[in-house]
C-alpha cells in the first residue's frame, strides 16, 4: 500500500548536479509523509548499503552521512508528499543506486520497511 518512487538519476560529470525527487503515497487517511521520517540510502557494486541522509516528521531535522555534508541537502514538499536530496559537486565515490524508505516512524534514521525501487546516480567523466 505505501508506495516510494525515486527519480532524477542519471549521469554525470565530477562537479555536477542532480536532484533526486521521492515521491510518497498509500498512507492511511489523514496521513502523509510529513508525519514520517524519509531517509535516503544508496549502494555502489560491491559495497555494503549506506546512510547519506534522513528528514525527519513534520519539525523537519535533517541529517547526513559525514561524506556529503555541505555538498547534499535534503528537503520536504510535503504537499506533494515528496522528498528531494539535492546533490551538489558530485564525486565518482557518489556512484551508487540511491534509495529512499520510511519504517513509518517519527525519527531518523528508518530502518527500512518500505523502500523504493531505487535510482542509478553515475559519476564519471
Known amino acids: 500500500q505505501v508506495q516510494l518512487v525515486e527519480s532524477g538519476g542519471g549521469l554525470v560529470q565530477p562537479g555536477g548536479s542532480l536532484r533526486l525527487s521521492c515521491v510518497t503515497s498509500?498512507?492511511?487517511?489523514?496521513?502523509?509523509?510529513?508525519?514520517?521520517?524519509i531517509g535516503w540510502f544508496r549502494q555502489a557494486p560491491g559495497k555494503e548499503r549506506e546512510r547519506v541522509s534522513c528528514?525527519?516528521?513534520?519539525?523537519?531535522?535533517?541529517y547526513y552521512a559525514d561524506s556529503v555534508i555541505g555538498r547534499f541537502t535534503i528537503s520536504r514538499d510535503n504537499a506533494k508528499n515528496t522528498v528531494f536530496l539535492q546533490m551538489n559537486n558530485l564525486e565518482p565515490e557518489d556512484s551508487a543506486i540511491y534509495y529512499c524508505?520510511?519504517?513509518?516512524?517519527?525519527?531518523?534514521?528508518?530502518?527500512?520497511?518500505?523502500w523504493g525501487q531505487g535510482t542509478q546516480v553515475t559519476v564519471s567523466s
Open positions: 524508505a520510511t519504517d513509518l516512524y517519527y525519527y531518523c534514521w528508518p530502518t527500512g520497511d518500505y
Open positions: 498509500g498512507f492511511k487517511p489523514g496521513f502523509t509523509s510529513a508525519n514520517y521520517a
Open positions: 528528514t525527519s516528521s513534520t519539525i523537519g531535522n535533517t
